[in-house]
């Protein structure tokens, strides 16, 4: 892993240098990536990723189960999913 040394400005703000920059393909401007902690003395920048959700196939699904008999709405089924996350 190639390392450089870098100056922390007045507002926490780093500069990733050239060098590393170059070699992250992801690492482009209003990027959007996770900080995260891994220990007192290291910081893991890494690119943010979106988990996407196939809502046709959930709407499909719960047709299915529906179909077999089951008596919920699938309106009130996703608003109480989502009291959940």
Known sequence: MNGETVIIRDRYQITI???LRKMLTWLVPKK???VKIIN???VLIEPYREI???WQEIFRQLTIIR???AKTSLSQFIAKDREFH
């Open 17 to 19: 240098p050239y060098s």
């Open 32 to 34: 959007v990536v996770r």
């Open 40 to 42: 007192k003395e290291k």
């Open 52 to 54: 996407k959700v196939d």
């Open 67 to 69: 179909d077999w008999g």
